[in-house]
């Protein structure tokens, strides 16, 4: 037996362990801090906890056979979850460690009342993250970038990442987006991946705004691992229509600086980066590039291959509190390894950039934790790039990115 047949069912049992106890865990501190104790109430919230996360299986397979407002409801609702599940284990984690520190300190703490703090925290967490997963803001910060030919100089480039069209977020977001880009006058826009959230729907009509976009220097696409689940070629369809150009293992050169579009592998392939720049005509390490890739991943491989400047997405920036806490302490060590190495390799994560004579603005999506359970889609970004080092730097700020 191959080792695939071997990893789903496996990954299948920990995923539903996973699940069962962390749900487990939010019924026992709801039933002991609100005092349910009657076995009416207790099963009832038993059987609560135990269709909320088994309806996002259902509602996924609902919205597939029927797209109408009622089954992207009952999507969004089941997906929400996710997050306000992941969200209330949180809070009562901590609540359970205030509850045993008021326990030490005082005689009778007054259960409901921590019971309702961690309800009360989680809810106003989880609704601001769903007013930020639809209120995109930008940010601007800067990279040098080595021998930027001139041409490029004070030019900017704006990237979208991760925008997840689909059941949830649909035409009037990605018309707000478009807005937001072309309020940034870019020379250049790039979209890297996850352009579509992988389900069903008027793809078409879903990626139309985009011929709106105004950037003299062309629209660029790369697939993410959405579009590995929707289906390659149905995205690549659906943007037939419009002005964006797709970059499938592809490069362009634009006024001497070389821009690398490389596909998301699709299921059960890998990618060797490497190799897919090696198969590239006409690509030239010498010569300043930059790569657009989903995955911020590879970064040893496209450093040895000469490449100045990765712009990826993917990680949602951890997505929500504690993962986002993780994510900042992982790429933080990446940064500092490197950065104690001579080593450094900019790689940008979905943010909005622009190229100036010394260094690249970029701006990130959003701000951490900004959903429960509805993926977080990335603002325009805006980067000023100008001809400078991009490895060995000295100075306190390893990248030389700077806010703008």
Known sequence: MSRGYIAIPVFVLIAFSILFFSHYFVYF??????????????DLLAGILFFLPASFIGSSILAHWSDNLSSRLVYFASGLWLGVGLTLIVTFALTWA????????????????????????????????????????????????????????????????????????????????????????????????????????????????????????GVYFV????????????????????????????????????????????????????????????????????LFYHGPTHIAQAKAAGINLQLSGHAHQGQIFPLSVHFEVSLRKVLLRDAYRGRLHPVHLERRRRLGPDHANRQPSGNRGDQAGITRSAAPIAVTAQSGRTRGQSNSNPWDIRPR
Do not use: C
């Open 29 to 42: 501190s709801l039933a002991y801090f609100f005092g349910i104790s009657a076995p009416g109430p207790r």
């Open 98 to 217: 205030a509850w045993g520190m008021a326990k030490l300190l005082t005689r009778s703490p007054q259960p409901a009342v921590y019971g309702w703090a961690a309800v009360a925290l989680a809810a106003l967490y989880s609704g601001y993250g769903v007013w930020n997963a639809y209120h995109p803001r930008v940010r601007e910060l800067a990279v040098r970038i080595k021998d930027l030919p001139p041409a490029w100089r004070g030019k900017k480039v704006v990237q979208l990442s991760d925008v997840h069209l689909g059941y949830v977020l649909r035409t009037g977001f990605a018309s707000r987006l478009v807005a937001m880009a072309n309020a940034e006058n870019p020379d250049l826009v790039v979209i890297t991946g996850d352009l579509f959230d992988g389900g069903d729907g008027k793809l078409a009509e879903f990626v139309a705004p985009l011929n709106a976009l105004r950037a003299p220097l």
């Open 223 to 290: 697939t993410g691992n959405h579009e590995t689940y929707l289906g390659v070629e149905r995205a690549y369809a659906a943007l037939s229509a419009t002005r964006v150009r797709i970059l499938a293992d592809e490069m362009v050169t634009i006024d001497g600086l070389q821009l690398i579009g490389i596909s998301y592998p699709e299921r059960g392939h890998s990618l060797d980066l490497a190799q897919a720049l090696a198969k590239l005509p006409g690509f030239t390490p010498a010569l300043p590039s930059i």
